[in-house]
């Protein structure tokens, strides 16, 4: 596999970590597991190692691993504790300088890994990168070119859905990293704190982002660092009814942690009108139990959100005036690529 081991003799030191530990995680699809590990093993960066963190999988992923990769290093949880559970567990395993996650149904470009070192090689000051994610199925397409906030102060993929026009080939700052394919500095992780396992799966991402921007870290774009992901491969899709509730009930979480009260004047007119949208959509698409299960969710959990928030605001390093900037520029880019979305939606339905 991608780092090569030296035997160890007697009294010999033992080996350093290596600089990069990608950690996947895994439920019940083995069938991706040979293209992704398979494209892992073409990287042309090699100081990496593996970790595939398996929350209690019924098919046979882990014969699946044992007999086709048995160099990968697998965390058997025994049970399914959702998305940020796993790779807390595969992040605490190891002690690399840099991190990385990674979706099990995803598909690297050889130089995916060394655009990421590269990356963080040339921008100390970003503490954690993202890269560009294009359609599996129609690589023409793009599925993110890192993380946003909508004007209704809700997590946005910016580029899902676009034509890859080279709107997004240029390193920039954005709001944050879909963690289906980010890097993280471990030391960053370390000051903001890994992934909130109470939110299961689903936005677990877009808190992440919040907070370290509040700590003050800034998120690099590389667009050269390019994965294929197919979607949806654990829970049915965006439209699916886990994947609502959960998207309901933690899109809520993640404001009530980090957006300062000085912010919700200026956002609660649009987050108002994003919710009635929300609500129609739901109803339109046959998810509306969900959605309303999910916002009853987000209810309940409010108490525990809230004491969360207090530690959050409390280290903060971003003054109010510099929190609305920020999101107002998350606000716009987002609006931009929903407005590019529904035009390359529109074009593609009429070329069929």
């Not at 996650?101 to 990168?129: I, K, R």
């Not at 933690?250 to 649009?270: D, I």
Request: glycine share 10%; charged share 25%; proline share 5%.
């Amino acid at each position: 596999m991608p780092r090569e081991t030296q035997p160890e003799t007697k009294n010999a030191a033992p080996l350093p970590p290596p600089r990069v530990s990608v950690v996947i995680p895994n439920w019940n699809t083995r069938k991706f597991l040979g293209m992704c590990l398979g494209s892992l093993e073409r990287q042309l960066f090699r100081d990496f190692s593996i970790v595939l963190v398996d929350s209690g999988s019924e098919d046979d992923s882990l014969e699946y691993m044992a007999e086709n990769f048995p160099d990968v290093r697998v965390i058997a949880l025994g049970e399914n504790r959702g998305f940020a559970a796993a790779v807390n567990a595969g992040i605490r395993s190891g002690g690399s300088e840099l991190v990385v996650l990674l979706n099990n149904d995803t598909e690297q470009d050889p130089l995916w890994l060394e655009s990421l070192v590269s990356a963080a090689d040339s921008y100390p000051e970003a503490g954690f990168f993202a890269t560009k994610m294009l359609d599996f199925s129609d690589r023409r397409y793009l599925d993110g070119a890192g993380d946003s906030i909508r004007p209704d102060g809700l997590p946005y993929r910016l580029g899902h859905g676009e034509r890859d026009r080279g709107q997004f080939d240029r390193r920039a700052y954005a709001f944050g990293a879909c963690a289906g394919a980010a890097m993280y500095r471990r030391a960053m992780l370390g000051k903001v704190g890994v992934f909130d396992e109470d939110f299961g799966s689903y936005c677990e991402d877009g808190d992440l982002n919040f907070r370290a921007q509040l700590a003050g870290y800034r998120c690099l774009y590389v667009p050269e660092a390019v994965v294929y992901h197919v979607g949806g491969g654990a829970t049915g899709g965006k439209r699916s009814r886990t994947a609502t509730r959960l998207g309901s009930r933690n899109s809520l979480n993640v404001l009530v942690k980090n957006l300062p009260l000085a912010l919700v004047p200026h956002l609660l007119p649009f987050f108002v009108a994003g919710q009635v949208v929300r609500l129609a959509t739901a109803a339109a698409t046959g998810v509306l139990r969900a959605h309303l299960t999910g916002l009853k969710e987000a209810v309940r959990m409010f108490p525990k959100m809230k004491a969360k928030r207090r530690e959050i605001q409390r280290c903060r390093r971003l003054s109010d005036g510099e929190v609305l900037r920020l999101v107002r520029g998350a606000a716009l880019d987002s609006t931009a690529s929903v407005a590019r979305r529904v035009r390359d939606l529109l074009l593609r339905r009429s070329s069929r």
